[in-house]
């Protein structure tokens, strides 16, 4: 019976693990796009260059630029939601995976 319950346990685990890695890298090419259309509509052809010299910081910026001045919330949901639901689930494996070790 605890054979099985192991078993169980690292499957969800295992599931859980992948499932947030895969919503990761979608929620991260979706968050991509999004910021780039923000910038490029709000400050055209030199916004997106300059915009991908300095990516790291318009990425983090820019879906609250949308929510501020756009009033447009969806990509703050895409870029910060989505990352945390990732999170969740990818700890939330980790979590159960270490607990079914003996």
């Given amino acids: 019976m605890i054979l099985k319950l192991r078993f169980f346990n690292n499957l969800t685990a295992g599931f859980m693990i992948f499932s947030g890695t895969v919503a990761m890298g979608f929620f991260f090419i979706w968050g ?3 910021n780039l ?3 490029f509509n709000s400050f055209g052809i030199f916004g997106l260059i300059t915009g991908l010299i300095f ?3 318009i ?3 820019a879906p609250f630029y949308a ?3 756009m009033n447009d919330f969806i990509p703050v949901f895409i870029c ?3 990352g945390s639901l990732s999170f969740l689930l990818i700890a939330c494996g980790y979590l159960l995976k270490n607990k079914s070790k003996p």
């Fill in 32 to 34: 991509i796009i999004v």
């Fill in 37 to 39: 259309s923000i910038i």
């Fill in 55 to 57: 990516a790291p910081v």
């Fill in 59 to 61: 990425f983090a910026l």
């Fill in 67 to 69: 929510l501020l001045f």
């Fill in 80 to 82: 910060y939601g989505g």
